[in-house]
T-cell receptor, first 114, second 111 residues
Framework: SAVISQKPSRDICQRGTSLTIQCQVD?????MFWYRQQPGQSLTLIAT?????????ESGFVIDKFPISRPNLTFSTLTVSNMSPEDSSIYLC???????????FGSGTQLSVL | KQEVTQIPAALSVPEGENLVLNCSFT??????LQWFRQDPGKGLTSLLL?????REQTSGRLNASLDKSSGRSTLYIAASQPGDSATYLC??????????FGKGTHLIIQP
């Protein structure tokens, strides 16, 4: 398994502000994935964070809104910028572990935007 | 683009029953298929992973099968217990594309 520490676990933010979510993994990984889970919905991939290169964003997600940093092989941050109530979601980071590429998740960040 | 569908969306059964959760996917060229469990206010717990070359995987009371030709996977839970109550998600894909998730089956086991 993988130990993934994510923080904050939850936050309540005001419209127009930004929140940075941190994800720390217990060992080096090539790819780190950031997902969003909107209320009552399933998980949607936001972007893949690769160390030493720009993150790869999925359709519908842009760097200006969700800037990602990946300074080393065990850490990544996702910023939710200029927040609106529509950004209220659970944000999760995840990594593969093992040759089978089993995906493991952090405990998530519950974000509420007022 | 891969689409993953889970049926039923919700299921409530008495304790002790065996049950089957269904998952279908549109693109059979998958790397693997994973089943997860999500508890309220918590992250996802990986239950079983089936590689594309495999037909099934078992862990305790859980058995997951994969039929790539029909684009289907099932999660079988034997002798259900109240502690099995959670949302079960299946996801397919792998590699640099990550996983595509279904919307989940919300399972309630009645004591």
């Amino acid at each position: 398994s993988a130990v993934i520490s994510q923080k904050p676990s939850r936050d309540i933010c005001q419209r127009g502000t930004s929140l940075t979510i941190q994800c720390q993994v217990d060992s080096q990984v090539t790819m780190m994935f950031w997902y969003r889970q909107q209320p009552g919905q399933s998980l949607t991939l936001i972007a893949t964070a690769n160390q030493g290169s720009e993150a790869t964003y999925e359709s519908g997600f842009v760097i200006d809104k969700f800037p990602i940093s990946r300074p080393n092989l065990t850490f990544s941050t996702l910023t939710v910028s200029n927040m609106s109530p529509e950004d209220s979601s659970i944000y999760l980071c995840s990594v593969y572990r093992g040759e089978n590429e089993k995906l493991f998740f952090g405990s998530g960040t519950q974000l509420s935007v007022l | 683009k891969q689409e993953v569908t889970q049926i039923p969306a919700a299921l409530s059964v008495p304790e002790g029953e065996n049950l089957v959760l269904n998952c279908s996917f549109t693109d059979s060229a998958i790397y693997n298929l994973q089943w997860f469990r999500q508890d309220p206010g918590k992250g996802l717990t990986s239950l079983l992973l089936i590689q594309s070359s495999q037909r099934e995987q078992t862990s305790g009371r859980l058995n997951a099968s994969l039929d790539k030709s029909s684009g289907r996977s099932t999660l079988y839970i034997a002798a259900s217990q109240p502690g099995d109550s959670a949302t079960y998600l299946c996801a397919s894909g792998g590699g640099a594309d990550g996983l595509t998730f279904g919307k989940g089956t919300h399972l309630i086991i009645q004591p």
